[in-house]
């Protein structure tokens, strides 16, 4: 069993940063963040390979956002720089134990996080 535990969620103001972090409990294929606006579906942040390292991100978030990983603390991150308002959401980290298709479809998705909250305030 794969457990993800989040943490780093907060009140930030605009063009403020936040660090999410996301530790799993066993090795995992990929990891990714998504995001849930009250109201709204859940929608694909950042994703990266645990073994290449290979990104992709959401045009809404580039270069603003950046994912990472340890590989020996089996960590993901996702560094978010420039924040906005309508950043504002219940973050999720999500897992792929193995490869299961599109990093941005979240059924893809075997292993989810307890969700953060972030809030950017104007």
């Known amino acids: 069993q794969v457990h993800l535990v989040e943490s780093g969620g907060g009140l930030v103001q605009a063009g403020g940063s936040l660090r999410l972090s996301c530790a799993a409990s066993?090795?995992?294929?990929?990891m990714s963040w998504f995001r849930q606006a009250p109201g709204q579906e859940r929608d694909f942040v950042a994703a990266i390979t645990w073994g290449g390292g290979r990104t992709v991100y959401a045009d809404s978030v580039k270069g603003r956002f950046t994912i990472s990983r340890d590989n020996a603390k089996n960590t993901a991150y996702l560094q978010m720089n420039s924040l906005r308002p309508e950043d504002t959401a219940v973050y999720y980290c999500a897992a792929q134990s193995y490869y299961r298709g599109s990093y941005s479809d979240h059924l893809n998705y075997n292993y989810w996080g307890q969700g953060t909250r972030v809030t950017v305030s104007s």
């Open positions: 066993f090795s995992i294929y990929a």
